[in-house]
């Protein structure tokens, strides 16, 4: 269950926001007048979710290669390297 709190619960109790956030690994969602305003989260949370957003925008290319056939054979693509790099 998402934790929401308000804009002055945030301004008034920061560190124990961050510590929660930390601690669950989850974002905390503040409001502002009762509607939602920020999604909030610690430092590690957010580079984990950026890396796999990376992650599936890289496959999500890979498979966009195969579905139009911009592939070519793995062993042509070895001796192409070895080729290239003198190996």
Not at 34 to 53: K, P
Not at 59 to 70: A, I, N, Q, T
Request: charged fraction near 30%; include cysteine; proline fraction near 2%.
């Amino acid at each position: 269950m998402p934790k929401i709190i308000s804009s002055s619960a945030l301004r008034n109790g920061y560190n124990e926001v961050s510590d929660w956030c930390r601690e669950h690994r989850e974002p905390v969602f503040v409001t502002k007048n009762g509607a939602g305003d920020l999604a909030v989260m610690d430092i590690g949370t957010y580079e984990q979710l950026m890396a796999r957003l990376d992650l599936l925008k890289e496959l999500s290319e890979g498979h966009r290669d195969v579905l139009e056939g911009r592939t070519h054979d793995a062993r042509e693509g070895a001796r192409q390297l070895r080729t290239e790099f003198g190996l």
